[in-house]
């Protein structure tokens, strides 16, 4: 059973950063795509950031230049930077096991609880 444990949000202001971290399970973590997504209050699920096993990475256009993703695969761990973050970054973060066919899609395979990003002064 894939699991997904994602950490490291909180309240931060304009400007700021925060790291997250997923913790993975229950499947081959170093032969996986994996993803972020996240849902902003009274929106759908949007694709975020996604990144392949050798560490290729891909980014929404709302991120591109603030976030950064990257994974360890000894430790089944992914990670998500966020920097420079904007009001509009607030959302509930996902880590995600994507479809194969479906990299950059907010579909996924598998996600896990999320984890709380909010953006205010």
């Known amino acids: 059973e894939v699991q997904l444990v994602e950490s490291g949000g909180g309240l931060v202001q304009p400007g700021g950063s925060l790291r997250l971290s997923c913790a993975a399970s229950?499947?081959?973590?170093?032969?996986?795509?994996m993803s972020w997504v996240r849902q902003a209050p009274g929106k759908g699920l949007e694709w975020v950031s996604s990144?392949?096993?050798?560490?290729?990475?891909y980014y929404a256009d709302s991120v591109k230049g603030r976030f950064i993703i990257s994974r360890d695969n000894a430790k089944d761990t992914l990670y998500l930077q966020l920097n420079s973050l904007k009001t509009e970054d607030t959302s509930m973060y996902y880590c995600?096991?994507?479809?194969?066919?479906?990299?950059?899609?907010?579909?996924?395979?598998?996600r896990g609880q999320g984890t709380q990003v909010t953006v205010s002064s």
């Open positions: 990144i392949s096993r050798s560490g290729i990475t």
């Open positions: 995600a096991k994507p479809y194969n066919s479906r990299i950059f899609s907010p579909e996924v395979e598998a």
């Open positions: 229950g499947f081959t973590f170093g032969n996986a795509y």
